[in-house]
């Protein structure tokens, strides 16, 4: 059976049918960008790339937003930061509200065989 990926990946979380989709997991610009440092890892309290770390206090769902609070580092400084990750017409979207930087669409990534 063949999965296909959507925007977003719907898999149940802990705590019933009801439960909101998740979307961590690896995600990127484009399918060569997977499994490579410039991916995406998005993590329930964290993004991480080659150049970027985040770390999160807090994170909520706003219908098919996800909105996490904490700081984020790119090696130089450590900044106060609120991130908004948006389910896009074309993948998702990650907005940095706070330092007004962007990035996106990401695309899933697949997971990796062994």
Known sequence: ?????????FLALAGGASAAPTIVGEWAESASDCGTPYAYKIMP???ANDTLMC???????????VIWKGSCSDGSANRKETVVASDAPNG????????????GPLRF???RRS
């Open 1 to 9: 059976m063949r999965l296909v990926a959507s925007a977003f990946v």
């Open 45 to 47: 309290k964290g993004i």
């Open 55 to 65: 770390m999160f206090d807090s994170v909520r769902r706003e219908g098919r937003d």
């Open 92 to 103: 998702l979207r990650i907005d940095f509200l706070t330092s007004g930087g962007w990035v």
């Open 109 to 111: 990534c697949a997971p």
